[in-house]
C-alpha cells in the first residue's frame, strides 16, 4: 500500500516553530516532485511549497516565504516542512503530497498525505 505519514502538527504559539515530517510507505521518493499542501475549513486546499526531485526547484507560497523552508532526505524516504514565525492566519491542516511529474505542478498528485492540524494561538 503507497501512502504518506505526516506527524508533528500540534499547538503552538504565535511566532513559534514546528517542523512537519512526511515519510512515505510502500515506495521510494527519489523520482517525485514534494509538495505541501493547506486546508482551512470553508476554502479550498492551497499549494504552499514543493521541491522538485531534483532538488533543484524549490517554489513557496507568498504567504510563507521566508518563513517556511521545504527539505528532502532520500536516505529516509522522507519530505520535511520547516515552519518558523508561525502566524494565527497558518492555523490549518497540512498535508504532504508525491508530484507524479517529478517537478512541482501542484496539480498531478501520485499519492496524498492523511493531514496533520497546527494550531497557531496563544
Known amino acids: 500500500q503507497l501512502q504518506l505519514v505526516e506527524s508533528g502538527g500540534g499547538l503552538v504559539q504565535p511566532g513559534g516553530s514546528l517542523r512537519l515530517s512526511c515519510a512515505a510507505s510502500?515506495?521510494?521518493?527519489?523520482?517525485?516532485?514534494l509538495a505541501w499542501f493547506r486546508q482551512v475549513p470553508g476554502k479550498e486546499r492551497e499549494g504552499i511549497s514543493c521541491i522538485s526531485a531534483s532538488g533543484g526547484t524549490i517554489t513557496y507560497a507568498d504567504s510563507v516565504k521566508g518563513r517556511f523552508t521545504i527539505s528532502r532526505d532520500n536516505a529516509k524516504n522522507t519530505v520535511y516542512l520547516q515552519m518558523n514565525s508561525l502566524k494565527p492566519e497558518d492555523t490549518a491542516v497540512y498535508y504532504c503530497?508525491?508530484?507524479?511529474?517529478?517537478?512541482?505542478?501542484?496539480?498531478?498528485?501520485?499519492?496524498w498525505g492523511q493531514g496533520t492540524l497546527v494550531t497557531v494561538s496563544s
Open positions: 510502500g515506495f521510494t521518493l527519489d523520482y517525485y516532485g
Open positions: 503530497a508525491a508530484d507524479d511529474m517529478a517537478t512541482c505542478t501542484y496539480k498531478y498528485i501520485a499519492v
